[in-house]
């Protein structure tokens, strides 16, 4: 430490201090995913920051949709999905499917385990079956067995305080 001091905001995240928690909550930087599976409507994907590793053994994986997203109900009941973890270059396959999760018309798209949708590129991808799914509050918690990984060189992609930013591991 170099012995300055920062001041300290405390408080409690009730409604009153909604966006001063989400904004807390937006200083611990995450990776980005985008999630896809096939749904009644085709193939559907989401931009996720809520992924995690859970467990080596078995191998566990675990994401959080919202439920307050169009496209809860497909990724809440998906019994196969992809997380695909997005390279530093891939910003527009983030900002895409933040907005749109249905257009598919992008470049090497091909099919993965359960027929869902894999995307090129990304470096680490995890095809998983659903192993469970759990309330979480707004949110709900779905963990994936991984059934395959594919992973290749390059620096990642982070949010951190509501931008996106470069992860290298350099």
């Not at 611990?28 to 999630?35: D, E, K, M, Q």
């Not at 997380?83 to 798209?109: C, K, S, T, Y």
């Not at 059934?147 to 990642?156: I, N």
Request: charged letters at 20%.
């Amino acid at each position: 430490m170099d012995g300055s001091f920062m001041s300290e905001n405390s408080f409690s995240p009730d409604a009153e201090n909604a966006r001063a928690f989400r904004d807390a909550l937006g200083r611990f930087a995450t990776g980005v995913t985008v999630v896809t599976t096939l749904s009644d409507k085709g193939p559907l994907g989401i931009t996720a920051n809520s992924f995690a590793s859970l467990s080596l053994d078995p191998a566990l994986v675990m994401w959080a949709p919202g439920k307050f997203s169009r496209r809860f109900d497909a990724f809440s009941e998906a019994q196969y999905f992809a997380i695909h973890v997005l390279g530093a270059d891939q910003m527009h396959l983030a900002r895409h499917f933040a907005q749109d999760g249905l257009d598919f018309n992008l470049p090497d798209v091909t099919e993965g385990v359960g027929g869902n949708p894999l995307l090129a590129g990304c470096i680490a991808r995890f095809e998983c079956r659903r192993h469970a799914l759990y309330p979480g509050g707004d949110h709900a918690i779905v963990v994936g067995e991984v059934l395959r990984v594919s992973t290749c060189d390059g620096a990642g992609l982070s949010f951190f305080a509501g931008n996106y930013r470069t992860i290298s591991a350099d």
